[in-house]
């Protein structure tokens, strides 16, 4: 599937552990998920940071900065997630990142808009804790992201 096709979101967000190459799975098709979602991808990196010892982090890109990459079709769960997934493998995925920011201050930032995603989230429990999530507009991502900037780091 060809991104240049589809109507993208202005931005993605892919929560992940800060450095995680991905797994097996999405290193050898290769393959990264994303979603456009800020706060579906905080759920992602909060399961993340029960699985590895390693800071949970968003990333984020700008799809006019993936424009070039094929769409992988989404998975069953794509309509609770929000998803895109990108042919490429998630360590070489960061390279098209604005940056990222650490779980704990996307958090901070989501509860100035009154979305609180306090509470675990496990592998078992991360499609209804995404389904609880409200759909957010472009116009709110767009807020948002002028207040994600002042804590966005980059590698």
Known sequence: MDAGSIILPKYVFRGTSYGFAGNQASIL???????????????????????????????????????HLPLIDPNVLSHIEEEYNWEIRPIEFCKYCEGYIELEDLKNV?????VNIAGSVTLHNLSERCEQVSVMDNGSIDKLYLQIQKFLKTN
């Not at 098709?29 to 968003?58: E, G, W, Y």
């Not at 989501?110 to 009154?114: D, G």
């Open 29 to 67: 098709r290769p393959c990264t998920h994303t979603t456009r979602n800020p706060a579906k991808a905080a759920l992602f990196a909060m399961r993340c940071r029960l699985s590895f010892d390693a800071q949970p982090v968003i990333y984020i890109a700008d799809t006019a900065k993936l424009n």
């Open 110 to 114: 989501l509860k100035q808009i009154n």
